[in-house]
T-cell receptor, first 115, second 110 residues
Framework: DTAVSQTPKYLVTQMGNDKSIKCEQN?????MYWYKQDSKKFLKIMFS???????INETVPNRFSPKSPDKAHLNLHINSLELGDSAVYFC??????????????FGPGTRLTVL | GQNIDQPTEMTATEGAIVQINCTYQ??????LFWYQQHAGEAPTFLSY????GLEEKGRFSSFLSRSKGYSYLLLKELQMKDSASYLC???????????FGGGTRLMVKP
């Protein structure tokens, strides 16, 4: 059984298009995340949601809009795609702790290529 | 600010021991994670240190010194399948935030 799943795995699109990436977790966690991993392999937090509420937004352009319909899903919609958006996007989930961080479990990643 | 440093690449021989170091300067530090990431795959959890000292888990051990802002991951009896990137990540107290280093790419040679 897949714990954290993402679709699609690969996404190739033209500059200026709008695209979405979906993420689902079946671990019963209440916190979900989106990370971006660039060509230099740096993994950077973009957003974090706890029980469908945004708790972290790391100065991501507002072309990126996360949506959490329920605590098992966190989707990422990107408007007006730019070349610099090309990266691997990872979804992750964990159990929320008021102090500190529980282990985060990552999805398989979505490789986005903007042409 | 947040700053995590680890070597970019390391090479070791099958069967040997390798130590991957990580230094961190973060505000509101809570604990230190190590993740393994094979090329083209997701990061997978290896270890989490909150208290000072060594945590051993099979062939892998992780050490933390909070006063020195320093951690290391020790891999024993290296196997070819250990060739991967190893990501050091510091957690803070504010809202489940992880700050990752750039990763250390380990190449294990026969």
């Amino acid at each position: 059984d897949t714990a954290v799943s993402q679709t699609p795995k690969y996404l190739v699109t033209q500059m200026g298009n709008d695209k979405s990436i979906k993420c689902e977790q079946n671990l019963g966690h209440d916190t979900m995340y989106w990370y971006k991993q660039d060509s230099k392999k740096f993994l950077k937090i973009m957003f974090s949601y706890n029980n469908k509420e945004l708790i972290i937004n790391e100065t991501v352009p507002n072309r990126f809009s996360p949506k959490s319909p329920d605590k098992a899903h966190l989707n990422l919609h990107i408007n007006s795609l730019e070349l610099g958006d090309s990266a691997v996007y990872f979804c992750a989930s964990s159990q929320y702790r008021s102090h500190g961080t529980d282990t985060q479990y990552f999805g398989p990643g979505t490789r986005l290529t903007v042409l | 600010g947040q700053n995590i440093d680890q070597p970019t690449e390391m090479t070791a021989t099958e069967g040997a021991i390798v130590q991957i170091n990580c230094t961190y300067q973060t505000s509101g530090f809570n604990g230190l994670f190590w993740y393994q990431q094979h090329a083209g795959e997701a990061p997978t959890f290896l270890s989490y240190n909150v208290l000072d000292g060594l945590e051993e888990k099979g062939r892998f051990s992780s050490f933390l010194s909070r006063s020195k802002g320093y951690s290391y991951l020790l891999l024993k009896e290296l196997q070819m399948k250990d060739s991967a990137s190893y990501l050091c990540a510091a957690s803070n107290n504010a809202g489940n935030m992880l700050t990752f280093g750039g990763g250390t790419r380990l190449m294990v040679k026969p």
